[in-house]
């Protein structure tokens, strides 16, 4: 009988801790909706879980999109082995179809982009070049080298004759500079509109020509390509990287789909990964219950 006294203690100190963690553990869950009683609602449900739903979702979203799925993150993934040179071989594929290829590089381009932004970027392009083959010319101040030129040649010319005596640096100066100055003043007002022409029929030219004589023309090998593939790839990624992170929305999709689980889901889901703990806490209730028992005899 003494026996079955000391041990009643701890045993049943053991029971009560493993409910009490039991219940404890179930009320995370459960009840899965608030239980009313007229118009009031029990306190405690619904259980913690599906109470804090939203506020979880929101704190598991920011902990992903902050910290777990960074621009680091990002780059990792993008530049791994295997994702580059997935995309690296997949644009290779692609530029030897291109190579075969015999539609106009106009054809080519406007597939892409359409014909009237083609149209559009090629005025653009026409017009910057016009622009800089202009600048570049005035910037050769022509009119300064007819100018020395221009005296070196008369004075070649008439070198050795009578009038070579009348020829001196100034009077020739004075004859060629002005020529000088109508030329480099033409040149500022009408130079664009000389060149363009010009700039037009070339760029016409050029988006004739089929894909395939461009590709034989540059004379690229395959292993070039692959390196400015790679090159290209590796620059955007590390550019972009931040931007791509930010636009995924990483916080804002997590939220979301935690929010859209039914409750029953999100508990299997939550005790597939936590199972084994909260079975210790549940064990760990009845051990300090049988603790607290023998300490109750001894006391």
């Known amino acids: 009988m003494a026996i079955l006294e000391i041990i009643a203690g701890p045993a049943i100190g053991a029971v009560i801790g493993y409910c009490t963690n039991y219940i404890a553990v179930k009320m995370l869950f459960r009840p899965l909706k608030p239980v009313k009683i007229g118009s009031k609602t029990l306190p405690f449900t619904p259980g913690i879980i599906p109470k804090g739903q939203s506020r979880m979702a929101k704190a598991l979203g920011q902990a992903v ?17 295997d ?4 995309v690296v071989d997949a644009v ?37 070049i016009t622009k800089k083959i202009a600048e570049g010319i005035e910037k050769l101040d022509i009119g300064a080298i007819i100018v020395e030129e221009g005296k070196k040649e008369i004075k070649e010319k008439f070198k050795g ?42 760029m016409a030219m050029v988006g004739n020509q089929s894909v395939c004589q461009w590709v034989e023309m ?9 390196q400015i593939v790679e090159n ?5 990624v590390n550019e972009k990287a931040q931007e791509m992170a930010e636009k ?18 999100l508990e ?4 597939g990964i936590m199972k084994k703990e909260l079975n210790a806490v549940v064990n760990l209730g009845a051990f300090i219950g049988f603790v607290l028992g023998l300490l109750n005899i001894w006391i």
């Open 65 to 81: 999109g902050e910290h777990l799925l960074t621009k680091e993150d990002f780059e990792k993934i993008l530049l791994s082995e």
């Open 248 to 265: 995924f929305h990483v916080a804002e999709v997590v939220e979301e789909k935690i929010n859209a689980m039914d409750v029953l889901e």
């Open 218 to 226: 540059l004379s690229i090998t395959n292993q070039r390509i692959y």
């Open 83 to 86: 994702i580059k040179n997935t």
């Open 92 to 128: 290779l594929q692609k530029i030897e179809k291109i190579k075969t290829t015999d539609v106009s590089l106009e054809e080519f381009l406007s597939q892409y982009t359409g014909q009237e932004e083609y149209d559009f970027m090629r005025d653009r392009l026409e017009d910057c």
């Open 268 to 271: 299997n889901l939550l005790l």
């Open 161 to 202: 004759g009578m009038i070579s005596m009348f020829l001196n640096d100034e009077l020739i100066q004075s004859v060629a500079a002005p020529i000088g100055k109508k030329v480099d003043e033409y040149i500022k007002e009408n130079g664009e509109e000389k060149i363009r022409p010009e700039v037009v029929a070339q």
């Open 232 to 236: 290209v790839y590796v620059k955007f």
